[in-house]
């Protein structure tokens, strides 16, 4: 894997994790065959249905945004990954979170950190994206700031189809990450992998 400079945080990134055939075909199965959700999710107090649809495998239940989702086993193709994501990052990891963007809606998700007390201190998080390619975008956080002003303010990592990205170390702690509002041409996947320490 590629190792991308961010101070403060530990990120990699393999641009051709699956083949074009492979993540197609992943793609097209979790399209025809998850049982995708649109929730509603709770922000500064008010409450929104997700600009997204969702799905959540794995050994342990998580929260966020005042969602409390319950672990179901997760299915033999995203059970397969999961082992490949292990292989190729050394990371281990017992839950997958599925994003579904649908195309030709304007959806996002604003800047946070994947901090939930499930997810330990500095939680290993390894995200697949299948579908339309995006940036993923960081920011550092106010205190990260002052530490370090010359850090970038926004700073834009590619994540294609079939690629895989690596977020670990300090990078919760002090980062941000989200995605800017935009009207996707096609759908959409990200499948984050991530361990459950709660249960």
């Given at each position: 894997?590629?190792?991308?400079?961010?101070?403060?945080?530990?990120?990699?990134?393999?641009?051709?994790?699956?083949?074009?055939?492979?993540?197609?075909?992943?793609?097209?199965?979790?399209?025809?065959?998850?049982?995708?959700?649109?929730?509603?999710?709770?922000?500064?107090?008010?409450?929104?249905?997700?600009?997204?649809?969702?799905?959540?495998?794995?050994?342990?239940?998580?929260?966020?945004?005042?969602?409390?989702?319950?672990?179901?086993?997760?299915?033999?193709?995203?059970?397969?990954?999961?082992?490949?994501?292990?292989?190729?990052?050394?990371?281990?990891?017992?839950?997958?979170?599925?994003?579904?963007?649908?195309?030709?809606?304007?959806?996002?998700?604003?800047?946070?950190?994947?901090?939930?007390?499930?997810?330990?201190r500095d939680p290993v998080?390894?995200?697949?994206?299948?579908?339309?390619?995006?940036?993923?975008?960081?920011?550092?956080?106010?205190?990260?700031?002052?530490?370090?002003?010359?850090?970038?303010?926004?700073?834009?990592?590619?994540?294609?189809?079939?690629?895989?990205?690596?977020?670990?170390?300090?990078?919760?702690?002090?980062?941000?990450?989200?995605?800017?509002?935009?009207?996707?041409?096609?759908?959409?996947?990200?499948?984050?992998?991530?361990?459950?320490?709660?249960?």
């Amino acid at each position: 894997m590629e190792n991308i400079e961010m101070p403060g945080a530990h990120i990699a990134r393999d641009l051709t994790f699956l083949s074009e055939a492979e993540a197609d075909s992943l793609f097209s199965t979790l399209i025809d065959h998850v049982e995708w959700e649109q929730r509603d999710v709770e922000v500064y107090g008010r409450i929104f249905p997700q600009p997204r649809l969702t799905a959540w495998f794995g050994q342990g239940n998580y929260s966020y945004s005042g969602l409390s989702l319950k672990a179901r086993p997760m299915p033999e193709p995203i059970e397969a990954l999961r082992q490949q994501v292990e292989a190729r990052t050394g990371g281990v990891f017992n839950s997958v979170l599925l994003n579904r963007y649908v195309a030709g809606k304007n959806h996002g998700i604003g800047f946070h950190a994947d901090n939930e007390p499930e997810l330990g201190r500095d939680p290993v998080i390894a995200m697949v994206t299948l579908g339309e390619g995006r940036g993923l975008h960081f920011k550092p956080k106010a205190h990260h700031q002052r530490i370090m002003p010359e850090l970038e303010p926004n700073t834009q990592i590619e994540t294609p189809h079939g690629s895989l990205l690596l977020m670990a170390g300090a990078l919760q702690r002090n980062w941000t990450h989200g995605l800017p509002k935009k009207v996707g041409r096609k759908d959409r996947i990200t499948l984050t992998f991530r361990k459950i320490i709660g249960d």
